[in-house]
């Protein structure tokens, strides 16, 4: 059985939602665990196959909650949301040091590959993967 990547697209492009408005983080600000700003979580990209969120999209410059400058943070790296905030186990340079966002290669395995690698993540696709660590699934509720 070969495993590859699900499509991926922003949840908002989808249809569907998380459980319930108040466990939709669209517009948290991240930050790291020693609590440095990343930006704010701009849209969720979601397995359209699996009906789980992969990545994060944050942005962060811009003016007036527009931001400028994109990157995906894996699911994987985020350690706790309460508040209106989504912490991430990684420093503000670590993320800062990403893949850069392009969205021409947004779609590509080799871009999501490239990404999990630098935050050293085995990609969801790989054999053994076990999703966990973020209790959000659209459409889905809870448990």
């Known amino acids: 059985m070969g495993h590859h990547a699900g499509e991926l697209v922003k ?3 989808t249809g569907k939602t998380v459980a319930g408005s108040a466990e939709d983080i669209r517009g948290y600000t991240v930050r790291t665990e020693s609590g440095e700003e990343i930006g704010q979580v701009e849209e969720l990209l979601a397995d359209v196959e699996e009906e789980k969120v992969r990545f994060l999209i944050v942005a962060s410059g811009g003016f007036l909650g527009m931001g400028k400058d994109k990157t995906f943070i894996p699911v994987d790296a985020v350690t706790n949301i309460q508040d209106g905030e989504v912490l991430i186990d990684r420093s503000r340079d670590h993320v800062a040091g990403a ?45």
């Open 11 to 13: 949840l908002g492009d």
């Open 99 to 143: 893949p850069e966002y392009d969205p021409e290669l947004a779609e590509d395995q080799s871009y999501y590959e490239s990404v999990y690698g630098y935050y050293g993540f085995s990609p969801y696709w790989s054999p053994g993967y076990v999703y966990g660590g973020f209790p959000y699934y659209p459409g889905t509720p809870r448990r």
